[in-house]
């Protein structure tokens, strides 16, 4: 059974920096391809994509953080980590860790962290 145990989160002035971090247990190599990644949800709103990293270290991003957030993983501790820079009020949200596993022709497999709050204040 996979776990993600998220940290990092908390409250800071607009302009400020934090950084996520998101260990992974229990992954084995037959769940596929693992793409380790970073979602968000503010209040009143629907759940979003904020960056993904495959094992490879490519990456994707949301329009709204490109510049501002980086995301990278250590794939020896199956940890994945976002720098966020820079950050605004619009940021403040439960960010939630998310591991996808993919084997071919196989429907893909996600597991979801508990969330970690971030505020942003003015």
């Known amino acids: 059974q996979v776990q993600l145990v998220e940290s990092g989160g908390g409250l800071v002035q607009a302009g400020g920096s934090l950084r996520l971090s998101c260990v992974a247990s229990?992954?084995?190599?037959?769940?596929?391809?693992?793409?380790m990644g970073w979602y968000r949800q503010a209040p009143g709103k629907e759940r979003e994509l904020v960056a993904t990293?495959?094992?490879?270290?490519?990456?994707n991003y949301a329009d709204s953080v490109k510049d501002r957030f980086t995301i990278s993983r250590d794939n020896a501790k199956n940890t994945v980590y976002l720098q966020m820079n820079r950050l605004k009020p619009d940021d403040t949200a439960v960010y939630y860790c998310?591991?996808?596993?993919?084997?071919?022709?196989?429907?893909?497999?996600?597991?979801w962290g508990q969330g970690t709050q971030v505020t942003v204040s003015s």
């Open positions: 998310n591991v996808e596993g993919r084997r071919p022709f196989d429907t893909p497999r996600t597991w």
């Open positions: 229990g992954i084995v190599p037959s769940m596929g391809a693992i793409t």
């Open positions: 990293i495959t094992r490879g270290a490519v990456t």
